[in-house]
């Protein structure tokens, strides 16, 4: 009989540890699609509080929220210079020692700026799902997301998106075209410019060692001559 107790015991246990291990996950991703709804909920109120300030769709050259704070760089005249703003807590605070960097700030206006209509909500959502669709990225949490115009390679105003993994403790992007929703590998192509710069400068290296190279093997006989015909 005790021997049979502890063998119920042990299956008990078995079974209770998965239970719980399955309560705990779906606590996870239940808080991980609320804190989605937080932030898709502070973005309309920010929404909302531009256009009462700026008007209705102003011109932006740079927008980014999360669940309690949200800031843009606002063009109030298509001509005039970008005014930073941050909404935070729900209400306009100010930027003293706060900067809102543009991805390329020399980049032509006319395909750098784009309308606050052009960052649709229902677009936000549906990667924010297909992301969460993934069984090992259920819980994951996404955070700021940032819309700007991103120069070379990608040439086109998109969203980029903090993933922190709550599996792996790691942090990465998910980044899409805001027109198109069409994903973007923002760090593969960084990963390529590095390469290329690093394989650029390697070659400027190397030509310029070979023309030191030339110069010295010009110099050497005229050297050898002017030592001639000064020491003899």
Not at 104 to 127: C, G, H, I, N, Q
Not at 190 to 198: E, G, L, P, Q, V
Request: charged share 20%.
């Amino acid at each position: 009989m005790k021997a049979l107790a502890c063998v119920l015991a042990g299956a008990l246990l078995a079974v209770a540890l998965p239970a719980s291990a399955q309560d705990t996950r779906a606590i996870q991703i239940r808080e991980a699609q609320r804190a989605d709804e937080r932030t898709f909920a502070y973005f309309a109120q920010f929404r909302a509080a531009l256009t009462r300030r700026f008007g209705v769709d102003p011109l932006l050259a740079m927008l980014a929220f999360s669940e309690s704070e949200a800031e843009a760089l606002v063009h109030a005249l298509p001509g005039g210079p970008p005014e930073h703003v941050i909404f935070q807590g729900g209400q306009w605070t100010g930027t003293d020692g706060r900067q809102l960097k543009p991805w390329a700030p020399d980049a032509d206006p006319a395909v750098a700026r784009f309308r606050l209509s052009a960052v649709r909500e229902p677009l936000l959502r549906e990667k924010f799902r297909a992301h969460r669709a993934q069984p090992a990225q259920a819980t994951d949490h996404l955070g700021k997301v940032t819309v700007g115009y991103f120069g070379a390679p990608f040439n086109r105003v998109l969203a980029e998106v903090v993933v922190g993994s709550m599996t792996s403790f790691g942090l990465s992007v998910l980044a899409f075209d805001i027109a198109t929703g069409q994903a973007l590998d923002v760090k593969a192509a960084i990963a390529d410019a590095n390469a290329k710069r690093a394989a650029a400068q390697a070659k400027d290296a190397a030509e310029a060692k070979a023309a030191a190279q030339r110069n010295l093997k010009d110099e050497v006989p005229a050297v050898l001559a002017q030592f001639r015909r000064e020491i003899g």
